[in-house]
């Protein structure tokens, strides 16, 4: 089974464009829609490319990389005001997110020390 770290880059980048153009394509699926569903929307998938950049590309640049567009040109043609079903269902989405992030941070701290001796240890 191939994991995702073994995705060459000039795959992985394909993809990601293409990613990246299907939500340019794709602007009635709105933001808050994305975050309610999947827990991350375009501007999450901004932020990401801005952390990977290292600091070449602030958040508005990524932004305009990722809407094609700047940012409050994209919010006015595309945006409409999110309804308290929508905000309910983001807001339980971003908990969801954290208490995952919460969960894999504490599993990554205990590995390997919560696994038993016969396991981690030879001979055991």
Request: charged share 30%; with cysteine.
């Given at each position: 089974?191939?994991?995702?770290?073994?995705?060459?880059?000039?795959?992985?980048?394909?993809?990601?464009?293409?990613?990246?153009?299907?939500?340019?394509?794709?602007?009635?699926?709105?933001?808050?829609?994305?975050?309610?569903?999947?827990?991350?929307?375009?501007?999450?998938?901004?932020?990401?490319?801005?952390?990977?950049?290292?600091?070449?590309?602030?958040?508005?640049?990524?932004?305009?990389?990722?809407?094609?567009?700047?940012?409050?040109?994209?919010?006015?043609?595309?945006?409409?005001?999110?309804?308290?079903?929508?905000?309910?269902?983001?807001?339980?989405s971003v908990a969801r997110n954290k208490q995952d992030a919460e969960l894999d941070?504490?599993?990554?701290?205990?590995?390997?020390?919560?696994?038993?001796?016969?396991?981690?240890?030879?001979?055991?």
């Amino acid at each position: 089974m191939t994991t995702l770290d073994n995705i060459d880059d000039r795959t992985a980048a394909q993809a990601f464009r293409r990613l990246v153009r299907h939500l340019r394509h794709r602007t009635d699926a709105e933001n808050i829609e994305l975050m309610g569903l999947a827990g991350f929307c375009r501007n999450c998938l901004a932020d990401w490319v801005s952390e990977a950049s290292g600091g070449e590309l602030d958040r508005d640049a990524a932004r305009t990389a990722i809407y094609g567009m700047p940012y409050a040109t994209w919010k006015a043609q595309h945006q409409g005001e999110a309804t308290p079903e929508q905000i309910a269902r983001m807001e339980a989405s971003v908990a969801r997110n954290k208490q995952d992030a919460e969960l894999d941070a504490e599993l990554d701290d205990s590995f390997p020390a919560s696994d038993p001796p016969s396991i981690t240890q030879r001979g055991g």
